[in-house]
């Protein structure tokens, strides 16, 4: 009934993602992690290869790729550096609520152009005084007969200085709170749309953060997905479907820390031996592996249900929860093993607890995941 192993077109596609990894990203991320600048021309060629936009569907000139397959790429783009993979994973984000909620019309329009040529997406949910009680946010959209109209603050937006298409949230009457909540595609060069300064940030330095500010900006009608109110249940299930990426993201850089941590303890010498021939590093490798093992198995069955076709709120909430604290502690402890040098810049592993700590905060707090997760388990 079970089978851990993955599929030969999967083993392919995770040697040709890791070789990516490997070869393309590794070698530039401290360099863009220290000037903090998005790496267009190797996004560019990760779209040439088709690791980019892996949730549109073939119908509209996407892979095909299954949610497993595109766990496994998420994997090793985020083992090449997380900064990067935060500029990829967002694109989905992005889109996934086109796929989700949009009509076949607002599919063909707006996701067979991501397919064409490498385009940037950005999800603006999250809003300077709204970031886990999303239901409250306060982007207001009115209808304006031909159009609707747009007004509000988006803040923490992934991908938004470089954005051809936004998915926005906004209310059209505050006082219903969740059930107000509609979701707009905002094509890029639209009227009265002010994307901030960079945010200057702890880690994914060379992905793009920054508020977009929306002042009476028109949106032609047929950009609404679904109809006015249906905005917070394509919000949320875009989320089921992103957190086991996020989560995915999260095994990567843990697995990357832990590979890191290995070879340095093969080869520190300390006391006439090297280091790894010390209890005291084996418990802690071995405690690291055990939670790169166990996150990459709720991964991929928060990944499985959706591919089933089946509910995986519970299971994406677990899994993006107990990936990304692991990653935290896997990733501390890598540095711990590097000692002083792991707390250099020459060294890798310093930036991976950086990237770390991001991914227990965006798409949910490891606070919210736990809240996902009681509220399925006393359902
Ligand atoms: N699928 C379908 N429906 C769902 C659902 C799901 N996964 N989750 C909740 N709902 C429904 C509920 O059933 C309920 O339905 P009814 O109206 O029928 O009762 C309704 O939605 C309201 O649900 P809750 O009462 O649970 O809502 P809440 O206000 O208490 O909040 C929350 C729920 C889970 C905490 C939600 O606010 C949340 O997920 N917050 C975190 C937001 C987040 O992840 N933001 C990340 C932004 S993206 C980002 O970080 C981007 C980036 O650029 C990197």
């Not at 609520?97 to 949009?102: L, N, Q, R, T, Y």
């Not at 949230?169 to 060069?189: C, F």
């Not at 965006?362 to 997760?373: A, D, K, N, P």
Request: charged share 20%.
């Amino acid at each position: 009934m079970l089978n851990f192993d993955l599929n030969i077109e999967q083993k392919e596609i995770n040697e040709m993602a890791m070789k990516f990894a490997r070869q393309e990203m590794i070698p530039k991320s401290a360099e863009f992690d220290q000037k903090a600048e998005m790496p267009l021309e190797i996004l560019e060629k990760a779209w040439s290869l088709g690791l980019v936009n892996t949730c549109i569907p073939t119908e509209f000139g996407g892979t095909g790729f299954t949610t497993i397959d595109s766990m496994i790429i998420t994997e090793a783009l985020a083992y090449g550096c997380l900064g990067m993979n935060t500029a990829i994973m967002a694109n989905d984000l992005a889109l996934l609520p086109i796929v989700i909620g949009g009509s076949e019309e607002q599919k063909k329009k707006f996701l067979t152009p991501f397919t064409e040529s490498y385009k940037i997406a950005a999800f603006c949910l999250t809003e300077p005084g709204n970031g886990s009680d999303a239901a409250g946010i306060k982007t207001t959209i009115k209808d304006g007969g031909d159009h609707w109209i747009v007004n509000g603050q988006k803040m923490w937006i992934t991908n938004a200085g470089y954005a051809d298409l936004f998915t926005l949230y906004g209310t059209i009457d505050p006082e219903l709170k969740h059930k107000g909540i509609s979701a707009l595609v905002i094509e890029k060069g639209t009227a009265g749309i002010e994307i901030g300064a960079p945010e200057k940030k702890m880690g994914h330095c060379c992905s793009d953060t920054r508020s977009v500010t929306f002042k009476n900006v028109l949106v032609p009608k047929e950009n609404m997905l679904g109809s006015p109110g249906d905005g917070w249940k394509i919000a949320m299930k875009t989320l089921d479907h992103s957190r086991p990426m996020v989560a995915a993201s999260a095994v990567g850089g843990a697995q990357c820390s832990l590979d890191y941590a290995t070879e340095y303890s093969k080869e520190r010498i300390q006391f006439n031996k090297p280091i790894a021939g010390h209890q005291a590093i084996q418990f802690m490798l071995a405690d690291m592996a055990t939670k790169v093992e166990a996150s990459r198995l709720l991964v991929f069955k928060s990944a499985w249900l959706i591919d089933q076709g089946l509910s995986n709120t519970k299971l994406a909430s677990m899994a993006k929860a107990f990936a990304s604290d692991s990653f935290m502690q896997v990733a501390t402890d890598a540095v711990q093993i590097y000692g002083g040098y792991g707390y250099s810049k020459e060294y890798p592993v310093e930036k991976l607890m950086r990237d770390a700590k991001l991914i227990q905060i965006y798409e949910g707090t490891s606070q919210i995941q736990r809240l996902v997760i009681a509220k399925e388990v006393l359902k």
